[in-house]
């Protein structure tokens, strides 16, 4: 702005220059008359007398020899003011192009308003704006199916990190108090304590450490026990047991069900949580015998290792009532041929419909014992098992189909659980387990009970299990035959 208001004095300053300068070239070019011209003069005559009609000359005609003289001084005035004119525009034009090149310079030495080479002013040298251009429908499908492909190729890699952090974990040997050993009606011996390797029958067997479990517990609970007594009866107990067993090698999945009614070795503890003695009792009374968490796990893994003979278990998981309507309705509802008559506790429920279970639907199905406890005959729980097995398998192919599709519900249903649960299982495991279970498949072959016989004692059902088939069973399941 300054250098502006210069240039306007210094135009003022000037003017009175231009016009002394305008009168001088006025007068310098004032227009030549006749009488100025001598040769004109001379000319004029001889031309007359050449002529028979003399014409009429500036001198011949007095009136316009006066107009031509009044008119100079017109004519010198208006060419005088045309030529100042001319000069004061001409300086204006330098000015304005000077200002503007200033202009310019300034605003390319300024980086606030020269930033990635665009000019944010109006540019007197540019009048046409570039047109825009215009994004295709087809490029953005393409960037937005990148995008997706991108986000799905990061989800099966977290997932397979996932996985294998999983496998490690699972094969890691819990602390335990409970050996090896085998039964004393069976012609089997120790091979090797540190190992579990056995010898049965002249053939060696040797304990497959590929191999990992997970205890299942159902807890007859609406809501698993939050005040962490012990021995006081508020625990509950493990009303279903199901031990899931991998072969991390071979991706092979076995499902032991457990008579809760098993009887075996439990430790008792006192209210306060000191550990009293060991009795022969039923197993779900294990899960009693603690806090109604970890403790009551921890209690009920010992037991069911004890039943099978020193195998480790490497994990457990237990979740109360309230859980089984609400992972049965987050994949859909399970459907199941109903078993036996149910009408008692659903008019649906009729033995030999197909249904589609649905929320407190599931529950009664898989735990109705249709009497009492205390008036119940020593087979009501074998039959329960066999709707849990039923439902059990047709739940986890229903899964493992799902799972096809998307791989990450399993650790959706582990979230959705995580709610009506105790476990160490973490969803690390879970991935793992469940990416196993899809590739190499489950169906309810893959589903074993506990053989023994059930019987009724002075007050409640026993479970007495047959040593030596149970035993066949473990080497089938937990062990691989040295062949020599």
Same mark, same amino acid.
């Given at each position: 702005m300054k250098k502006r208001n210069n240039a306007k004095k210094q135009i003022k300053q000037k003017k009175p220059e231009k016009v002394a300068q305008a009168a001088e070239v006025t007068a310098a070019a004032e227009p030549e008359t006749v009488e100025s011209r001598p040769e004109e003069k001379e000319a004029t005559p001889q031309a007359g007398k050449a002529e028979t009609a003399e014409p009429e000359t500036a001198e011949s005609r007095p009136e316009a020899k006066e107009k031509a003289s009044s008119a100079g001084p017109e004519k010198k005035e208006r060419d005088g003011e045309e030529t100042t004119r001319e000069l004061w525009m001409g300086e204006e034009e330098d000015i304005s192009q000077s200002l503007q090149e200033e202009l310019q310079k300034k605003l390319q030495e300024s980086p606030d308003?020269?930033?990635?080479?665009?000019?944010?002013?109006?540019?007197?040298?540019?009048?046409?704006?570039?047109?825009?251009?215009?994004?295709?429908?087809?490029?953005?499908? %393409?960037?937005?199916?990148?995008?997706?492909?991108?986000? +799905? %190729?990061?989800?099966?890699?977290?997932?397979?990190?996932?996985?294998?952090?999983?496998?490690?974990?699972?094969?890691?040997?819990?602390?335990?108090? @409970?050996?090896?050993? @085998?039964?004393?009606?069976?012609?089997a011996k120790i091979a090797d304590e540190n190992t579990g390797d056995v010898i049965y029958k002249g053939?060696?067997?040797?304990?497959?450490?590929?191999?990992?479990?997970?205890?299942? +517990?159902?807890?007859?609970?609406?809501?698993?026990?939050?005040?962490?007594?012990?021995?006081?009866?508020d625990s509950g107990q493990a009303d279903s047991l199901f031990l899931l067993v991998i072969d991390t090698e071979t991706g092979k999945t076995t499902i032991i069900s457990i008579s809760r009614d098993s009887m075996?070795?439990?430790?008792?503890?006192?209210?306060?949580?000191?550990?009293?003695?060991?009795?022969?009792?039923?197993?779900? %009374?294990?899960?009693?015998?603690?806090?109604?968490?970890? +403790?009551?796990?921890?209690?009920?893994?010992?037991? @069911?290792?004890?039943?099978?003979? !020193?195998?480790?278990?490497?994990?457990?998981?237990?979740?109360?009532?309230?859980?089984?309507?609400?992972?049965?309705?987050? @994949? !859909? !509802?399970?459907?199941?041929?109903?078993?036996?008559?149910?009408?008692?506790?659903?008019p649906s429920l009729t033995a030999g419909e197909r249904i589609l279970l649905r929320g407190q639907q599931a529950e009664w199905y898989v735990r109705s014992r249709l009497v009492e406890e205390k008036e119940a005959t020593a087979d009501a729980n074998n039959l329960r098992m066999e709707r849990q097995k039923q439902y059990l398998s047709a739940f986890a192919h229903k899964v493992l189909q799902a799972s096809k599709e998307d791989m990450t519900l399993p650790i959706t249903l582990y979230d959705v659980a995580s709610d009506y649960m105790v476990t160490d299982v973490s969803a690390a495991k879970v991935a793992y387990l469940a990416s196993l279970m899809v590739q190499k498949g489950f169906d309810a072959s893959s589903i074993l009970t506990v053989p023994g016989e059930s019987t009724m004692g002075e007050t409640y059902a026993e479970f007495h299990v047959d040593e030596e088939a149970l035993y066949e069973m473990i080497l089938d399941v937990f062990y691989t035959e040295q062949v020599q």
């Open positions: 308003l020269t930033a990635g080479n665009r000019f944010y002013g109006h540019d007197v040298r540019q009048h046409d704006k570039e047109p825009k251009k215009r994004i295709r429908p087809l490029k953005v499908i %393409l960037i937005l199916l990148a995008v997706i492909l991108a986000l +799905m %190729l990061l989800a099966v890699a977290a997932f397979a990190l996932i996985s294998s952090r999983g496998k490690s974990e699972l094969l890691r040997k819990k602390e335990s108090d @409970v050996e090896f050993r @085998v039964p004393d009606k069976v012609d053939k060696k067997y040797c304990y497959n450490d590929k191999v990992t479990s997970i205890l299942c +517990m159902g807890i007859d609970r609406e809501e698993l026990n939050t005040t962490g007594s012990v021995g006081a009866g075996v070795d439990v430790n008792v503890y006192s209210n306060t949580g000191s550990y009293l003695n060991t009795e022969k009792l039923q197993l779900c %009374l294990a899960y009693t015998y603690g806090d109604g968490r970890e +403790m009551s796990c921890e209690n009920t893994v010992r037991s @069911v290792s004890r039943l099978l003979y !020193g195998i480790p278990i490497n994990s457990y998981a237990a979740i109360d009532l309230s859980a089984i309507p609400v992972l049965n309705d987050a @994949v !859909g !509802g399970v459907e199941v041929t109903v078993l036996e008559d149910l009408t008692i506790k659903d």
